[in-house]
T-cell receptor, first 116, second 115 residues
Framework: AQKITQTQPGMFVQEKEAVTLDCTYD???????LFWYKQPSSGEMIFLIY????DEQNATEGRYSLNFQKARKSANLVISASQLGDSAMYFC?????????????WGAGTKLIIKP | GAGVSQSPRYKVAKRGQDVALRCDPI?????LFWYQQALGQGPEFLTY????????KSGLPSDRFFAERPEGSVSTLKIQRTQQEDSAVYLC?????????????FGNGTRLTVT
């Protein structure tokens, strides 16, 4: 069964609009971390934002925020005021506390294209 | 340097050649991971080090793949007798802690092409 599900393979958004990228996860662990990464066409994998399972507040980092709904097992990424440079693949990922090496479990990614 | 450094950035190898990919993690980072990423897909786990100990190598696709981190800092991923299916981007990542709440920071990757 998929542990991380990203249901949007691709999205087109007008520049300056807000974007929500969906991510749902599946775990029976109480302790886990959720991460979003951005991968531009140049290939580097850039860490954007982290949300811990015990965090009560939604994480924010500049224009990025994470809409964390624990009961629904949802961790959507919100990008405010999108820019052309936001065009990239976006991956949602999870580290589970019981996983002995805490490796990242990845979603399939969403390709975001910002239109001028 | 401030980030994870990988070299070479690009590597072209003829089928059957051995290659060595280097990763220099962020100073002080305990955990180090290697991932393989095919075009258009998410990264696939290869192996994990905590300091110099290789705690998980379950993702290595065959015994032609070997990784080491002898002094707990720089790591090398070696692929012997390369095959065309080994063509991919190899990503190295490090994290400060070994826990679930520690983000992984990635290098720019090495794009390996086997001809």
């Amino acid at each position: 069964a998929q542990k991380i599900t990203q249901t949007q393979p691709g999205m087109f958004v007008q520049e300056k609009e807000a974007v929500t990228l969906d991510c749902t996860y599946d775990t029976s662990d109480q302790s886990y971390g959720l991460f979003w990464y951005k991968q531009p066409s140049s290939g580097e994998m850039i860490f954007l934002i982290y949300q811990g399972s015990y965090d009560e507040q939604n994480a924010t980092e500049g224009r990025y925020s994470l809409n964390f709904q624990k009961a629904r097992k949802s961790a959507n990424l919100v990008i405010s005021a999108s820019q052309l440079g936001d065009s990239a693949m976006y991956f949602c990922a999870m580290r589970e506390g019981r996983n002995s090496n805490y490796q990242l479990i990845w979603g399939a990614g969403t390709k975001l294209i910002i239109k001028p | 340097g401030a980030g994870v450094s990988q070299s070479p950035r690009y590597k072209v190898a003829k089928r059957g050649q051995d290659v060595a990919l280097r990763c220099d993690p962020i100073s002080g980072h305990v955990s180090l991971f290697w991932y393989q990423q095919a075009l258009g897909q998410g990264p696939e786990f290869l192996t994990y080090f905590q300091n110099e100990a290789q705690l998980d190598k379950s993702g290595l696709p065959s015994d032609r793949f070997f990784a080491e981190r002898p002094e707990g800092s720089v790591s090398t991923l070696k692929i012997q007798r390369t095959q065309q299916e080994d063509s991919a981007v190899y990503l190295c990542a490090s994290s400060l802690g070994a826990g679930y709440n520690s983000p992984l920071h990635f290098g720019n990757g090495t794009r390996l092409t086997v001809t």
